[in-house]
């Protein structure tokens, strides 16, 4: 049994019940983010990284250039496929890509990534690193600080899991809690952070800046 069967068609059921539950308030959050971040008007460049199938790209502002980046090429060839006339640019990149070869962004977000990054302490250093002064980032992932993930991911999620022919055992390697993204985002030097919960606490999101 594998971890994952299909990376990219789990993608597809994000805006389904039950997983809705999940990933609504994550593009609620993300859409509010993005809107006060154009809402001076000048076009923003955008790094999203893990675009999936990027189920959220009708909601984003219209003043944006988008750069999308995934480890698996079907989800950038489809987000090219769309014709958006934001996204500039839709490439697949290992897992190993250092953002600094990309270029550097005024606005950054990664929906569900970060724990799959096995150093995350170097990777919130690139991400500062790509992020123009005075620029935002967001980034959302599940809440290991709480014991209600760890439940459900145990039991429901985890017989779905199997019915589907994967398990989610070692599915994130790197687990945050609210303290743990909190930290790992000031040490990189990231300023104004703040981290909250969301999805009945089954989930994190951070916003933060570089001054």
């Not at 988008?66 to 496929?81: E, V």
């Not at 620029?135 to 017989?159: A, H």
Request: net charge neutral.
């Amino acid at each position: 049994m594998t971890r994952s069967k299909d990376y990219f068609n789990n993608h597809s059921r994000v805006r389904s019940f039950p997983w809705s539950l999940y990933h609504d308030p994550l593009e609620r959050s993300l859409q509010n983010f993005m809107h006060r971040r154009a809402a001076k008007g000048e076009t923003l460049d955008l790094l999203v990284i893990g675009c999936g199938l990027m189920q959220e790209l009708a909601d984003l502002p219209p003043n944006i250039r988008i750069t999308a980046i995934d480890i698996d090429h079907r989800a950038t060839d489809a987000l090219a496929a769309r014709g958006d006339s934001r996204v500039i640019e839709a490439k697949a990149v290992s897992p190993s890509q250092n953002l600094r070869e990309i270029g550097t962004f005024d606005v950054i977000y990664a929906k569900e990534v970060i724990e799959h990054i096995l150093d995350p302490d170097d990777y919130f250093k690139q991400l500062l690193a790509v992020l123009r002064p005075g620029g935002g980032i967001w980034l959302s992932t599940p809440n290991y600080g709480e014991p209600w993930l760890p439940l459900v991911e145990s039991t429901f999620l985890e017989v779905v899991a199997r019915a589907s022919g994967f398990t989610r055992k070692g599915i994130h390697p790197t687990p945050f809690s609210r303290e743990r993204l909190t930290r790992g985002l000031q040490n990189a030097g990231f300023k104004n952070v703040q981290v909250s919960p969301v999805s009945f606490r089954l989930a994190l999101v951070a916003e933060a800046e570089k001054k």
